[in-house]
């Protein structure tokens, strides 16, 4: 089924405007490339993280933590979101602002591709006034000849499931990962206590496109062996696509 997914999607590119009016054969169009069957996830399982992103020249090897930043959190997880310094300045202060609303003492993470000069100051105007979050964040730069536009977009999105590991090993802690225009938060002590048993938690929405069966607004992966080997093949598969 994948083969002929990726069949359709390479065929369709010769006929995108007879396409573009119906959303889920454009989707198929756009999109029909992400998916892989399982003899390529057992391929990427065999690959080093260093090999993994080696093979991706956009990509550095690591990303750009400060030890110094490192803060001891009573909770078990961190909150982790990713952006650019355009949609943290945008989003940011709503994001931090709903974190602390949940009235959990633990650290909020922002990976910021492509940071600038001004991203150490944002930072530390997000964090001022907080009751129970330390607000931290980590940056790399997305090496593209043609980053811009619709490539970028997607990194500056997907890649917190690229560096979880690496954060989540950074604080040894669980993530509770959202997307960055998270304005509210439900009952976040209850899916941090539901998932002291679990390694993977998430929301199934039940989508006829196979891409959106699995929503990634807010995604919890625990700091346990199968955790972390998700977090790795995760990683790795994004990191062969992008």
Not at 35 to 58: G, H, I, K, M, N
Request: charged share 20%.
């Amino acid at each position: 089924g994948l083969a002929k997914l990726k069949q359709v999607a390479l065929g369709a590119q010769q006929c995108t405007a007879l396409l573009e009016t119906d959303p889920q054969l454009y989707s198929i169009y756009s999109q029909g490339h992400i998916l892989s069957d399982f003899a390529f996830v057992d391929r990427l399982a065999e690959q080093t993280w260093v090999e993994a992103l080696s093979a991706a020249p956009s990509l550095r090897v690591t990303l750009d933590l400060d030890p110094a930043q490192r803060a001891s959190a009573d909770a078990p997880f961190i909150y982790l979101a990713s952006c650019n310094q355009l949609y943290l300045e945008r989003f940011g202060p709503l994001f931090v602002q709903a974190c602390d609303a949940a009235g959990i003492d633990t650290v909020v993470h922002f990976h910021v591709v492509d940071p600038t000069a001004v991203t150490p100051a944002t930072i530390a105007a997000l964090a001022k006034g907080r009751k129970h979050v330390t607000v931290r964040y980590s940056s790399e730069t997305f090496r593209r000849a043609d980053a811009g536009g619709y490539r970028s977009a997607s990194y500056y999105a997907c890649s917190r499931f690229l560096r979880a590991g690496e954060i989540a090993a950074f604080y040894d802690r669980d993530l509770l990962i959202l997307d960055m225009d998270t304005g509210r938060l439900g009952e976040v002590t209850q899916i941090a206590q539901a998932m002291q048993t679990r390694s993977l938690g998430y929301f199934g929405c039940g989508d006829v496109l196979p891409w959106l069966l699995c929503r990634a607004a807010a995604v919890y992966i625990r700091q346990s062996e199968a955790g972390t080997a998700f977090r790795a093949l995760l990683g790795r598969y994004i990191a062969s696509k992008i």
